[in-house]
């Protein structure tokens, strides 16, 4: 018999961490390959890691609720010697790399500790990331995790530490040194956070933790900026009313003004490409493929799935897109290949009423656009004649480090003159 580990698998791009939220097995469990053996919460995603091997389980090690970095050892498995796969396996549903333990001994004594030490400098890129933000030589830090690996919290703690040793300096009364770092805690903050009585508690779920997470890293990490342009869409909203019921009739499916606005965002952005471009440290890549990340909201978490190949699209199938991802969604059965890929992400704040909004970037794309709500308005026309037109905004937050206001201006006229043009000729929607 033989012991095989189960490591934490990376579940989609720019992924550094996942949550166990519910293990599926226990230990003497018997599994067969692919099984599933626990539910994972990421910020993109939730996913279920399955076995690479048919066995018994030995040892669950990760606990529930608990965040681990990509890579940190979730898991024992054993399994019989003629069983036993080779290094670096990988299931076909989640990046899950297994690795032989080293139960072997030499001369009936353990094996050596080098593999300890090469664990320890396998940095995850999170941590490799803020080490060179704040220029720490990782070798001064000690770390805490798995086989004294260092984690995102051992690196923080060092550098919080560093800053008070460094912050450790008399303050007379009323007087506040500019280069000192100061804390004020308000009474009254404290107060608030403290349920009284009547007040109500709501855990925060691991869904709830890993989208506050991306929030964050975004809102900290990505230069935001923002713009926004009103664009009259009386002939699209003509358009799609004089179809919508033949559609439905037709297809099974609602034909909605946000499949239009997909469709026209697509297309200017193969006009744009450097719209759709991601950040990765030290370069900009420029994706070839349109993947559009479309935002779709249950009670209590926000989720982006794919619209693969956008562009490549009719608006039929762009919104039988829409339909079945949002149905998915909303049935809990969404999956990593339903979220890996988003190239630029759209999100439809229309629907809530909203007519002005400025998006957090789904990192680490370059921008996301808020589709507002369609209104009435009194507009003049060219001719200084008023008229009720149909108005909408669209907001645009973008990542200053990727892109200027000058191509996204343009970017913006090319998507209002499609959408102000919109007849059944330009936006055939078979």
């Known amino acids: 018999m033989a012991i095989e580990n189960i490591f934490m698998p990376q579940l989609g791009e720019s992924v550094t961490e996942?949550?166990?939220?519910?293990?599926?097995?226990?230990?003497?469990?018997?599994?067969?390959?692919?099984d599933p053996i626990a539910e994972v919460v990421t910020d993109k995603v939730n996913a279920e890691i399955p076995s690479s091997f048919t066995g018994t389980i030995k040892e669950l090690i990760?606990?529930?609720g608990e965040a681990l970095l990509v890579g940190t050892l979730i898991c024992s498995i054993e399994v019989s010697?003629?069983?036993?796969?080779?290094?670096?396996?990988?299931?076909?549903?989640?990046?899950?790399?297994?690795?032989?333990?080293?139960?072997s001994t030499q001369n009936n004594k353990p094996a050596e500790t080098n593999s300890n030490s090469s664990l320890k400098k396998r940095y995850s890129p999170a941590v490799l990331r803020l080490a060179q933000e704040h220029n720490i030589d990782l070798l001064l830090v000690e770390g805490t995790g798995l086989e004294g690996r260092i984690t995102r919290k051992d690196l923080l703690k060092y550098i919080e530490n560093n800053e008070a040793s460094e912050a450790k300096v008399p303050v007379q009364e009323n007087i506040v040194p500019t280069t000192e770092k100061i804390q004020v805690t308000s009474p009254v903050n404290e107060n608030v956070s403290k349920p009284a009585a009547g007040d109500i508690e709501i855990p925060v779920t691991s869904v709830r933790r890993a989208i506050a997470k991306n929030m964050v890293r975004s809102a900290q990490e990505v230069p935001h900026a923002w713009m926004m342009m009103e664009v009259d869409v009386t002939k699209l909203v003509s358009y799609r009313d004089s179809i919508k019921n033949e559609f439905k009739a037709k297809e099974g499916f609602n034909l909605t003004y946000f499949a239009f606005f997909i469709k026209a965002i697509a297309r200017a952005l193969k006009e744009f490409p450097m719209m759709n471009s991601v950040w990765a440290d030290d370069k900009i890549i420029q994706k070839q493929d349109i993947n559009?990340?479309?935002?779709?909201?249950?009670?209590?978490?926000?989720?982006?799935?794919?619209?693969?190949?956008?562009?490549?699209?009719s608006i039929k199938g762009i919104a039988k897109d829409i339909h079945e991802l949002s149905t998915i969604v909303r049935s809990g059965k969404l999956r990593s290949e339903h979220m890996q890929g988003g190239t630029f992400t759209v999100n439809n704040t229309g629907s809530f009423g909203s007519v002005q909004s400025m998006g957090i970037i789904n990192y680490p794309q370059a921008a996301i656009i808020q589709v507002e709500s369609i209104v009435k308005r009194l507009v003049v026309m060219e001719d200084g004649s008023f008229a009720a037109r149909d108005m909408v905004n669209l907001c645009l937050s973008l990542d200053h480090r990727i892109l200027d206001g000058l191509i996204c201006g343009k970017f913006l006229n090319r998507v209002k003159d499609i959408l102000e043009n919109a007849n059944k000729d330009t936006m055939s929607v078979y």
């Not at 226990?26 to 599994?31: A, I």
Request: proline share 5%.
């Open 81 to 103: 010697d003629e069983s036993t796969e080779s290094t670096n396996v990988q299931s076909p549903s989640a990046n899950v790399i297994t690795t032989k333990s080293d139960v």
């Open 18 to 34: 996942g949550t166990i939220e519910r293990w599926l097995v226990q230990p003497g469990d018997t599994v067969k390959k692919y």
């Open 292 to 313: 559009l990340s479309i935002a779709v909201a249950t009670e209590d978490a926000l989720f982006v799935p794919v619209i693969k190949n956008a562009d490549e699209k």
């Open 62 to 64: 990760a606990k529930e």
